[in-house]
């Protein structure tokens, strides 16, 4: 049930990130997870233990790291066309 759980707070924090960076994130539901949990990977090692855990995810620093994603993800495709 942990992972059921992982999944949802992995995808809300990747909509969240897409939302307030103003772009959509490729590959739907999927991508918003998969941004939710690389971009909780991302923050941990940049800011580790920050901020309130929920579902295994340390909030802030998985926001951060999502928002860094977004952004890095989204320079890579801009630059391919």
Known sequence: MGWLW???????IGW??????????????????????????????IFPNLGP???DFA?????LGAIILIAVVSFVLRQKK
């Open 6 to 12: 992982s999944l949802i707070v992995g995808g809300v």
């Open 16 to 45: 969240l990130a897409g939302l307030i960076m103003g772009r959509d994130i490729p590959g739907g539901v999927i991508g918003n997870i998969i941004a939710g949990f690389l971009g909780s990977w991302i923050g941990n090692m």
């Open 53 to 55: 855990i929920v579902g």
């Open 59 to 63: 909030v802030i620093p998985s926001l």
